[in-house]
């Protein structure tokens, strides 16, 4: 079981890195040509005395020389107290916030409304495709089956496994208790501090009035939705049968129920152990964002010609 977990992170960790180098390829500028030989294109006498003309009364405040709806969704999300952030420029990360400061509590129904958001992105339906396709390889749930059928089985339940628990624990139980359920990066200390403070959230949240409290929405949340999504739609006990050639005779195989206490709690301690790393790649992830940018804005800055 750990080495399959630990073979799905690594499979999902490489389709994100995938996933980040071509974004970050779309968005490569073409490189200038500061040799060109083309000719400049004649100037009009006429556009430079309506320039002069121009330039000499006063320039629009910026806020008005901005095309209308221009920085509406950012100032929005900020006011709002959530953000546009993807890790790995694609997984939606737009509950969580760096140095944030002082923002106005979520509503229940902004609670609802940002798990929604998040849970039905353009991102998430290929990322749960992938999350099918590696639990069909290892075979998990054989009462699934094989095939385009089986296949479809495991997606639509990663899918419903995926979004019941972030309904449970970003909007339902933090509407119930009253808890925030965005996550506050810390930037601050060394690598450990903050490698303990990511792992704290689990158990330590604020309240929508600012103080810590134990973390109910995320523990009675994912035990919940582990107990749902176990007992509602993953496979029962079935038989299935297989031809013996060495004895020429029809074997009969009994395949146990996944519907069981055992597999709730393990659900759920599989719930919690990927929380826990989807929360330290969150404190990380701005400073790994801010070094790829850097990286990428110093390629695509144009080269000074030589003297």
């Avoid at 176990?230 to 395949?255: C, E, G, K, M, V």
């Amino acid at each position: 079981m750990a080495t399959k977990s630990l073979l799905r992170l690594v499979l999902c960790i490489a389709f994100l890195n995938l996933f980040c180098l071509f974004s970050v390829g779309q968005q490569t500028p073409p490189p200038s040509n500061p040799d060109s030989s083309a000719p400049a294109p004649a100037q009009d006498l006429s556009k430079d005395s309506s320039k002069s003309q121009s330039s000499s009364q006063p320039s629009a405040p910026p806020s008005a020389q901005q095309q209308p709806g221009a920085g509406d969704a950012s100032s929005q999300d900020k006011a709002a107290g959530t953000s546009k952030d993807r890790l790995f420029f694609a997984l939606p990360n737009f509950s969580t916030l760096e140095g944030a400061g002082k923002v106005p509590p979520l509503t229940a129904k902004q609670k609802f409304k940002l798990v929604f958001r998040s849970s039905f992105d353009y991102v998430e339906y290929p990322w749960y495709g992938v999350l099918a396709g590696i639990s069909q390889a290892e075979n998990t749930e054989p009462g699934y089956g094989q095939g385009w059928e089986g296949y479809a089985k495991r997606y639509g339940s990663a899918f419903a496994d995926g979004t019941i628990e972030n309904v449970m624990v970003g909007a339902v139980f933090p509407s119930l208790f009253h808890q925030d359920p965005r996550f506050y990066q810390s930037s601050q200390g060394g690598f450990f501090h903050r490698t303990g403070y990511a792992v704290s959230r689990i158990f330590v949240t604020r309240t929508d009035s600012g103080h810590s409290q134990f973390n109910y929405s995320e523990i009675l949340g994912s035990a919940l939705s582990a107990t749902i999504s176990t007992n509602a739609y993953h496979p029962r006990a079935f038989t299935s049968t297989r031809f013996d050639p060495a004895t020429d005779q029809l074997l009969y195989i009994h395949h146990e129920s996944d519907r069981t206490l055992s597999n709730t709690a393990s659900v759920w301690g599989t719930q919690l152990i990927y929380d826990t790393i989807t929360i330290e790649i969150k404190e990380f992830w701005p400073d790994i964002h801010r070094k790829l940018s850097h990286k990428h804005e110093s390629e695509a800055a144009p080269q000074a010609p030589g003297r």
